[in-house]
C-alpha cells in the first residue's frame, strides 16, 4: 500500500518555501492571464514516453532512460547530435544501443563500464565536465541494475506490477536509490521534489497509453517533475519572476548550485506554480503531470531557448 503522504508532502513543503521565497515570486496576474494561452494539444516530443518492443522491453527502456534523465547543468559539455538537445542526444543514443544489443538487461546495465557508456553517447572521457556526467550515468545504471534485481528478480514489468497500480508506491520505491533521493533543506524546513521518482510514473503512463501497466490510479496527484526547464518558461512568461541578483547569475552562466536557497526556491516555486495553472485553466481539467509535459515540450522552442536558464550539476534533474 502507498503512502498517501507522499505527494502531500511535496505539494505542502513547495508551497511553505512559495510562500516566504526570497529569490522568486508567482506573480498571480501572468498566471491567470498564461492559464488562458496554454495550448494543450501542443504535440508531444519525448523518445522518453514511446514503446519499445514487447511490455519488458518498454518497461525497461522507460526505467532505465529515466535512471539517467538527469544532468541538464552538464550538458552545455555534452556533444550533441545534429539538432538534439542534451537530454535527446541521451536517448536517442540509448535507442540506437538497444537496436545494435537487443532489449535492456539488469545484467548488461550493470556489466558496462564508464568508457563503454561514454561510447554509446558519444562522449570522450577527456576529464570534462561531459566525462563526470558518464561516470555518474554508470553509478545510476548500476544501481537500477541492482535494485531491480534486488526486489523483482531482474523483471522490469515485475517492479511495475509490485507498485499495484499505485503512482506513490512506484515513486516511492524508487527513492531507495540515491540518486532519486530528491530531498533539499531550506529555512522553511524539508524539501521534497522527488522530479525523477515522479515523472518515471508519467513516463510510463504516457508509453502503456494509460492501460495495463501505464494504469495509475492515482496519476492525478502527481506534481510538476522539479527541473530547470519548466520553471524557466514560466519565468519568460511572466509567471515566474526572479530577483535581480538571480537573474545575474543566471545570465553569466554561474552554476546554480543543487540545494542552495536559490535553486531550491526555483523548483519548489515552479511546483506551485504549476498547482496553480493547473486549477486556473478555464476550459478543460488538465493533470500536473500532463501539464508539465506540455509546458516542457514548449521550451524547446525558439522563443525560450533563445533565453538562458539556469544549470545546476546534479543527478536530479
Request: hydrophobic fraction near 40%; proline fraction near 4%; charge should be negative.
Amino acid at each position: 500500500m502507498a503512502d498517501p503522504t507522499f505527494f502531500d508532502q511535496i505539494r505542502e513543503s513547495c508551497a511553505a518555501v512559495a510562500s516566504a521565497s526570497s529569490h522568486v515570486r508567482i506573480n498571480p496576474d501572468a498566471l491567470a492571464d498564461f492559464a488562458g494561452r496554454v495550448d494543450l494539444d501542443l504535440p508531444a516530443n519525448d523518445p522518453g514516453q514511446e514503446p519499445i518492443g514487447d511490455a519488458e522491453s518498454t518497461a525497461a527502456f522507460v526505467l532505465t532512460l529515466d535512471a539517467i534523465n538527469f544532468g541538464s547543468g552538464y550538458f552545455p559539455y555534452l556533444k550533441k547530435r545534429p539538432g538534439h538537445s542534451g537530454y535527446h542526444t541521451v536517448a536517442a543514443s540509448l535507442r540506437d544501443w538497444i537496436d545494435e544489443n537487443g532489449a535492456i538487461t539488469t545484467s548488461k546495465l550493470g556489466e558496462r563500464t564508464v568508457d563503454q557508456w561514454a561510447a554509446t553517447f558519444g562522449q570522450s572521457l577527456d576529464g570534462s565536465p561531459a566525462q563526470e556526467l558518464m561516470e555518474l550515468f554508470t553509478l545510476a545504471l548500476r544501481d537500477l541494475a541492482e535494485f531491480v534485481d534486488r526486489n523483482t528478480d531482474g523483471s522490469f514489468v515485475g517492479l511495475i506490477e509490485s507498485a499495484d497500480h499505485e503512482a506513490a508506491a512506484l515513486a516511492a520505491s524508487l527513492t531507495d536509490m540515491p540518486f532519486y533521493r530528491d530531498v533539499h533543506a531550506h529555512r522553511r524546513g524539508k524539501v521534497y521534489l522527488y522530479k525523477r521518482a515522479q515523472i518515471t510514473v508519467q513516463d510510463l503512463a504516457v508509453a502503456f497509453g494509460g492501460q495495463g501497466l501505464g494504469r495509475f490510479d492515482d496519476i492525478a496527484q502527481l506534481t510538476m517533475f522539479a527541473d530547470n526547464l519548466v520553471p524557466h518558461v514560466l519565468r519568460v512568461e511572466g509567471v515566474l519572476e526572479f530577483s535581480q541578483d538571480l537573474l545575474a547569475r543566471i545570465n553569466g552562466a554561474d552554476d546554480i548550485a543543487v540545494g542552495s536557497e536559490p535553486e531550491v526556491e526555483i523548483r519548489a516555486c515552479g511546483v506551485t506554480a504549476v498547482e496553480q495553472l493547473a486549477a486556473a485553466m478555464p476550459t478543460r481539467s488538465v493533470t500536473v503531470g500532463t501539464l508539465d509535459n506540455t509546458l516542457w515540450n514548449l521550451g524547446a522552442q525558439p522563443r525560450y531557448k533563445a533565453i538562458p536558464r539556469h544549470r545546476s550539476r546534479c543527478v536530479y534533474y
